[in-house]
């Protein structure tokens, strides 16, 4: 559990923000994170009843009526258009402008290349493609010049792993995006990063990663241990903020040195 008073709580003051993917792991962490530093914060999910679930856990956690007033849930999948015209419809209407993105939602399936459906394909573009390519241009008319995007990518960008041709080749795409967006926002000011996390333990770790492997995996982390989406969240934050504001374009690998280092006791 974030502890509240030892953060800095005037980073976010006022500031709206923006989470696809906000119902559990990295997303949620990175609401209470920027919550807890004053933002108001906009999360979205496919999932009505992980929606209201993740926004009561929020509420309850951040009790202030004040805080409790920060929070606004609206369902929606990135991949349909409509469902983001309603979710930057409402930011219109309640907020009138958006000072963060956090492109975060995704979806993981692995599958040996011979294995992959066309159908599986599909999914997985549309999702973590095409859902932050126009979750960031439906974005654009209330991003306030200035302002920060980050995308999540992936670790899978920087190396070569078995089984994920098609989900490496989606955060791939947006690992490239993330460069291109910098150069075609710098008239506004908008700057935009990435981060490439390791093994984060969310949701999506736990259907990937069984109990039995896992010993073996986080022997590859000269961390000696799993990221936790609080890890992550702090990094967007940091991204998101004035603190960042000459850093453009680049990709934070945040895996505790699983690409740079290879472990002591591995050699
Ligand atoms: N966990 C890792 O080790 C790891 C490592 C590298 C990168 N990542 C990336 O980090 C991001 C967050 O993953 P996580 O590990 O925090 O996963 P998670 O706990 O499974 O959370 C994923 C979130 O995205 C939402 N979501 C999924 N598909 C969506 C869609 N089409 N439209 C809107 N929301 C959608 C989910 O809610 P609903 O299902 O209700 O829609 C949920 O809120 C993903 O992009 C993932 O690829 C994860």
């Known amino acids: 559990m974030l502890n509240l008073m030892t953060h800095n709580t005037s980073r976010f003051d006022d500031k709206i923000a923006l ?8 997303g949620l962490a990175t609401a ?3 919550l807890s530093e004053g933002a108001h914060v906009i999360v979205t999910g496919r999932d009505k009843d992980r929606l209201d679930d993740a926004a009561g856990h929020l509420r309850t956690e951040f009790p202030q009526a004040e805080a ?3 929070i606004l849930a609206v369902r929606g999948d990135v991949a349909n258009r409509a469902d983001l ?8 209407t309640r907020y009138g402008r958006l000072d963060v993105l956090f492109a975060n939602a995704g979806v993981a399936e692995f599958a040996p290349v011979a294995d992959v459906t066309e159908e599986a394909f ?4 549309n999702i973590n493609f095409k859902g932050v390519y126009f979750t960031v241009q439906q974005s654009l008319p209330l991003l306030s010049d200035g302002s920060a995007i980050v995308i ?9 792993v078995p089984g994920a041709t098609l989900y490496s080749a989606t955060k791939g795409a947006v690992h490239n995006l993330t460069r291109t967006l910098a150069a075609d926002l ?9 981060v490439s996390p390791g093994y984060i333990t969310t949701p999506m770790f736990h259907a990937n990663v069984s109990l039995e492997a896992q010993p073996a995996v986080v022997a590859t ?8 989406p609080d890890d992550i969240a702090a990094a967007v934050a940091f991204l998101s903020s004035q603190e960042a504001s000459y850093i453009n374009g680049q990709d934070l690998l945040i895996d505790g040195g699983m690409i740079a280092a290879t472990p002591a006791a591995m050699h």
């Open 19 to 26: 989470i696809t993917g906000g119902t559990s792991g990295m």
């Open 32 to 34: 209470r994170r920027l």
């Open 68 to 70: 409790a007033q920060r």
């Open 85 to 92: 015209d309603t979710l930057t419809d409402a930011i219109r």
């Open 122 to 125: 599909d999914r997985l573009v």
């Open 152 to 160: 999540n990518a992936s670790v899978v960008v920087h190396k070569g």
């Open 186 to 194: 710098s008239p506004r000011r908008i700057r935009v990063n990435s």
């Open 221 to 228: 982390v000269a961390a000696g241990r799993f990221g936790a």
